[in-house]
């Protein structure tokens, strides 16, 4: 990260953005050296959930996403609790995230999979949204596939890097 942050501020960008979710682990780390601000990409989902008045999220990526503490640090900055699958349901979700999403497999029975952790954690858990917390899910779980409101980490984050670039452009 703070290599390409270093590229990218000598080609002359203003900011920075990563859509990878598990590499934000590294976050604090690289923040303290970085030559340029960045969007981080579990603020602008924590944002867009208290905006659209969410109170309890559901955390679903790869296993360090699911169980590292980038969502609950920043979730828990803005007053939002979370939840994350359980144990079993977490190896299940990245072991198809890491063996069949990330190759471009996109299967009905790993479909019912992340439904079924998704319709657990609204009814067992109170969620009443979850986060697509891996570049991948958006493509498998579509908003209206899924039984909660999906907080699309990689599409908010985009949607915030051009609402941030077009704020920074001077008028003319």
Known sequence: MLSS???????GADFLICPDNTIHIAFPWVA?????????????VAAEAKAKGFRRI?????????????YPEKLGAVGLDQRTPN?????????????????????EESLAEFQAVIRRLGREE???????G????????????????????????AMAAVDH???LKPSS
């Open 5 to 11: 942050a270093r590229k990218l501020h000598a080609l």
């Open 32 to 44: 303290k050296e970085t030559p340029l601000p960045w969007l981080h990409i579990a603020e602008v």
């Open 58 to 70: 559901g955390i679903l990526g790869t296993r360090y996403t699911m169980e590292g503490p980038v």
């Open 87 to 107: 144990a079993d349901e977490r190896a299940r979700l990245d072991r198809i995230i890491m063996d069949e999403l990330v190759y471009g497999r996109f299967t």
């Open 126 to 132: 109170g969620c009443d949204a979850v986060v697509l």
């Open 134 to 157: 891996c570049t991948e899910i958006p493509l498998l779980v579509t908003p209206d596939r899924s039984p909660l409101p999906t907080l699309d980490s990689t599409r908010l984050l």
């Open 165 to 167: 670039a077009i704020a």
